[in-house]
């Protein structure tokens, strides 16, 4: 993100000039739309100041002493980082021929001079709000590589378990059973430890089950969504005390148009979010009743999800520990869907996905 409100100024702007009366006359009317500006007389210094700390834009003159313009474009566009800052060439040149070499170099826009105030601030604020795009662009990508990232190794991780750790437990309960009653024949007094021991190897795989279970459920990935989620809110049901209503619309087209499968990132996401909502439900929202409604049209699935507890009050900034909210977000944004949260102290919660097909 940038570092300010892009419309309400405040954005880090370079200025790049070596004469100080154009320096002045861009700072000025730059730190009068509440902008923050730094200055530097030639491109050597301009490139040590955007390498040393972050920049929103930069305006750069093109005929300079020890590194001209053209350079600064040059060394700007070879670096990852600084090849994304905006730049608007602001020049005496009013040749063709530099402006269409200037956008070629990676130069957002160009003006000549003497600038025109209004002119600048337009192209200012179009440079600022399409490098927030960028930005935005760039972070929901990240976040899309992460979350497919954390399934896979999920997904890795339940199948270990499944295959690996559950199964031994398994087995030592079986043998530590068939040892306990050798023993309890014969009267031995380990009997009883041996017993207890029974006991936790049976608790522990059960542990082992619901773990493999909320890494990865068997039912997302062998039935699809709507079976995962019945499943899932069945468990709830039973081990929380919740009275929970789920209802499909048009049952036959939940999990896909004629019976087919929804892709696998929508399933995946919509499962997640189930289960962030649900848990959120039960750890605070003190609620007696919960509705999950799934909804599938021609070209896109709805997911509402609403509870009668306490809510509380969705306008106040969200603090970080309200990351379950911001992850179900980020999972309906990244896929072009729209997320919404109603809430309200005393009147319960609404958590509303829609995502595309």
């Not at 405040?10 to 509440?34: C, M, P, Y």
């Not at 009883?192 to 006991?199: D, P, S, V």
């Not at 997302?220 to 929970?244: K, N, S």
Request: glycine share 6%; charged share 25%.
């Amino acid at each position: 993100m940038l570092n300010p409100e892009v419309n309400g100024g405040g954005s880090r702007i370079l200025v790049v000039d070596d004469e100080w009366l154009n320096r002045v006359l861009l700072s000025t009317s730059l730190q009068e739309a509440g902008h923050v500006v730094e200055t530097a007389e030639d491109g050597q210094q301009a490139l040590e100041m955007l390498r040393a700390r972050p920049f929103d834009a930069v305006l750069l003159d093109l005929i300079m002493p020890r590194m001209d313009g053209y350079r600064v474009l040059a060394e700007m566009k070879q670096d990852a980082v600084l090849r994304r800052v905006p730049v608007i060439v602001v020049s005496s040149s009013d040749e063709v021929d530099s402006i269409v070499r200037c956008i070629e170099m990676g130069a957002t826009d160009y003006l000549t001079k003497p600038f025109d105030p209004v002119l600048l601030h337009a192209r200012i604020r179009a440079s600022l709000v399409s490098l927030q795009q960028e930005r935005v662009a760039l972070l929901h990508d990240r976040f899309a590589k992460v979350t497919a990232a954390q399934e896979e190794e999920r997904q890795r991780m339940a199948r270990e378990l499944h295959d690996g750790l559950g199964p031994a437990l398994a087995s030592l309960n079986i043998r530590l059973l068939t040892v306990h009653k050798q023993l309890q024949r014969d009267g031995h007094p380990a009997a009883n430890e041996l017993a207890e021991l029974a006991a936790q190897a049976q608790a522990s795989a059960r542990d082992i089950r619901r773990l493999i279970y909320d890494l990865r459920p068997v039912a997302l990935d062998e039935l699809g969504l709507v079976p995962a989620v019945r499943e899932h809110l069945e468990c709830c049901e039973q081990e929380h005390g919740l009275i929970i209503r789920f209802t499909v619309n048009d049952p036959a087209e939940a999990t896909g148009l004629r019976g087919e499968r929804l892709a696998a990132p929508v399933e995946t996401a919509l499962f997640r979010i189930v289960q962030e909502a649900v848990n959120n439900v039960i750890r605070h929202a003190e609620a007696r009743h919960l509705s999950v409604t799934l909804t599938r049209n021609a070209d896109r699935v709805q997911l509402c999800i609403a509870d009668d507890g306490q809510g509380f009050d969705a306008q106040l900034p969200r603090s970080v520990t309200h990351i379950g909210l911001w992850s179900m977000a980020q999972r309906v944004e990244q896929l072009g869907g729209q997320f919404e949260l109603h809430s309200v102290p005393g009147q319960g919660t609404i958590v509303n996905a829609v995502l595309p097909l």
